[in-house]
């Protein structure tokens, strides 16, 4: 069993930045993937980034390429998502996941998940 809890959102203007934490424990990450993905009121969730195991190759959704940028620390059992640029169209609950098997893009390859953390873009 893993617990995942994320910290680190809350409001910001346009063209800041945030970084996100994903801390687990119950369980070690070890030899699993992470994810990111998000959701916004209205809107079917989403994938953000993924970082594969030990951390050497990441995965981005096109719409955060080039400015968001996942991470990972396996000593301290610990995901973070670096946000910058950040735009109105990326608000919403951000959950951090741990992958099972299949696509990386696809939230049901992930069997564990957070309660998320709220990311406003706003003016």
């Known amino acids: 069993q893993v617990q995942l809890v994320e910290s680190g959102g809350g409001s910001v203007q346009p063209g800041g930045s945030l970084r996100l934490s994903c801390t687990a424990s119950?369980?070690?990450?070890?030899?699993?993937?992470m994810g990111w993905f998000r959701q916004a009121p209205g809107k079917e969730r989403e994938f953000v980034a993924a970082?594969?195991?030990?951390?050497?190759?990441?995965q981005y959704a096109q719409s955060v390429k080039g400015r968001f940028t996942i991470s990972r620390d396996n000593a301290k059992n610990m995901v973070y998502l670096q946000m910058n640029s950040l735009r109105p169209d990326d608000s919403a609950e951000y959950y951090c996941?741990?992958?099972?098997?299949?696509?990386?893009?696809?939230?049901?390859?992930?069997?564990?998940w957070g309660q998320g953390t709220q990311v406003t873009v706003s003016s």
């Open positions: 970082i594969n195991w030990p951390g050497v190759s990441t």
């Open positions: 119950g369980r070690t990450l070890i030899g699993r993937a």
């Open positions: 996941s741990q992958h099972n098997s299949g696509s990386i893009y696809d939230d049901a390859s992930y069997d564990y």
